[in-house]
């Protein structure tokens, strides 16, 4: 481009400069230390109020979604909880939304954004529902839309969920870059951006998360008007963070300070996510431990300087479900539900039916969404392709499986029980993680106060655990 080097090197090198002209975000502005920065100014300076948020959605068929009871499968949880326990389930159908899923909602302010500012088209490196947003927002709003997608092992073969995912950003008209797995996805990314000139339409951006709070807001006023209550619990599929940043954002906005706020991800532990080995081994593509550990620890590793998504800010409790148990729930939620929806939604169903057996019969735990299902998406296409890539596949005690090996399908409701991963254990390697970005010994107030409000904890907390934080730790 204008005889521009576009070596690798190079292009790195440019990395801010790209950043500035493609988002219109100076993150200097806000940056206050190498971990520190000024997250509220920052959400705060999009410009955007939530009345603008849901103004600008209602344009491109986004929001206002229906949040359903599910009388059945609360029935069939009482009838196996404790007398007086097994909480109403109600569910957030965000597959109603343009798209499919929540992630319209993120995309749909990023595409006003580049419209506004006369940007031509938008740009995502993504592999998940968040493709086929900003396809589906950019071909409303008129713009282009490029996708760069990871798609491929290095024997060529795509995960069928993600094959789906890439098959839908076409039928939007976006213009599909597929990958191998690789370290390339972030030059690429640089590179498609500063020679396109298109707005930068990162997940990660405070426009996408912005969007959604406009989730939690109306989980909020739906549950206030119907049950003339505060949701007790709202159950949250965790991946990347910024559908739990936002909901939870969206959920404080309207008072609800009091609503437990609880993270799910399927567990995928012992797998490794930039592993060409592991990549087909798995049947869920988001909303796993993969992506949710490493994001919570470290939110900052991202394709922005800083992310405007930080779950454990927000975070009071996170559930880990098994493959089988997702996939068991799932089958429920058609059968007795007469509800065919997508894996991620159904990963915090199948934690929400742990939590309403816990919690009290006249309370309220809100499952904030659903998304479309078919082709790759169906579990039966992801149940064989785990098959052929030698996987086993049982009925049993979903306790008894093994990531990458065997996925064990529940016989009965019972046996989905997830489980609870140890919050603090996040908050310390997050902790070490910032140590070894800048040393603790060089740690000041604003550090240590930025650091308390991202782990929701106070600043004696963080202060307690400086000496024994490891500044060589992975
Ligand atoms: C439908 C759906 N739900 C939940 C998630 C997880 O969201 P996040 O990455 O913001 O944690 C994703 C992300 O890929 C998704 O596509």
Not at 293 to 311: G, Q
Request: net charge negative; glycine share 10%.
């Amino acid at each position: 481009m204008n005889g521009r080097d576009m070596s690798y090197q190079a292009v790195m090198s440019r990395k801010n400069e790209i950043m500035k002209a493609s988002l219109g975000i100076d993150y200097d502005d806000y940056i206050q230390s190498p971990i520190a920065f000024d997250y509220e100014r920052m959400m705060a300076e999009t410009g955007y109020t939530h009345d603008d948020v849901i103004r600008i959605q209602h344009e491109t068929k986004v929001g206002n979604t229906p949040l359903f009871e599910l009388r059945n499968l609360t029935e069939a949880v009482r009838r196996s909880s404790p007398p007086g326990k097994g909480a109403r389930i109600l569910l957030k159908d965000e597959a109603a939304n343009a798209s499919g899923s929540f992630k319209a909602r993120r995309a749909s302010i990023s595409a006003y954004e580049a419209l506004v500012k006369g940007y031509p088209g938008m740009i995502a490196a993504t592999s998940g529902n968040y493709g086929a947003a900003v396809a589906s927002q950019a071909a409303q709003r008129g713009l282009k839309a490029i996708i760069i997608q990871e798609v491929f092992d290095s024997r060529g073969i795509g995960q069928p969920e993600i094959i789906e995912k890439g098959r839908k950003c076409e039928a939007y008209g976006a213009e599909v870059l597929k990958l191998s797995v690789g370290p390339e996805l972030f030059y690429l990314l640089l590179r498609t951006l500063e020679e396109t000139g298109f707005f930068n339409a990162s997940l990660y951006t405070p426009f996408g998360v912005r969007g959604v709070e406009s989730l939690g807001l109306e989980i909020a006023n739906q549950v206030r008007a119907a049950y003339g209550r505060e949701p007790d619990a709202v159950v949250i599929t965790h991946a990347g963070g910024g559908n739990l940043t936002g909901t939870a954002r969206g959920l404080l906005a309207a008072g609800c300070e009091q609503t437990r706020i609880v993270a799910c991800s399927v567990d995928l532990s012992g797998l490794h996510m930039a592993s060409d080995h592991d990549f087909n081994r798995k049947s869920f593509t988001t909303g796993h431990t993969g992506f949710g550990v490493p994001f919570a620890t470290w939110p900052d590793r991202v394709d922005v300087p800083r992310n405007a998504a930080r779950s454990l800010r927000y975070m009071d409790e996170y559930q880990l479900v098994t493959q089988g148990e997702v996939f068991y729930v799932t089958e429920l939620l058609t059968k007795i539900e007469g509800l065919e929806r997508g894996p991620a939604g159904n990963t915090s169903l199948t934690a929400a039916i742990t939590l309403a057996r816990q919690m009290d019969q006249e309370q309220v735990v809100v499952v904030q969404e659903t998304e479309y299902t078919g082709a790759g998406k169906h579990h039966n296409s992801q149940l064989s392709f785990a098959r052929k890539n030698g996987i086993e596949v049982r009925r049993g005690d979903p306790g008894d499986s093994v990531p990458g090996e065997s996925i064990v399908i529940p016989e009965r409701l019972e046996q989905v029980r997830g489980k609870v991963q140890d919050l603090d254990r996040l908050r310390i390697s997050y902790l070490n993680n910032a140590a070894r970005i800048h040393p603790p010994d060089r740690w000041g107030e604003v550090d240590i106060s930025f650091l308390a409000a991202d782990l929701k904890v106070n600043t004696d907390w963080v202060r307690q655990r400086i000496g024994s934080l490891s500044q060589n730790d992975a």
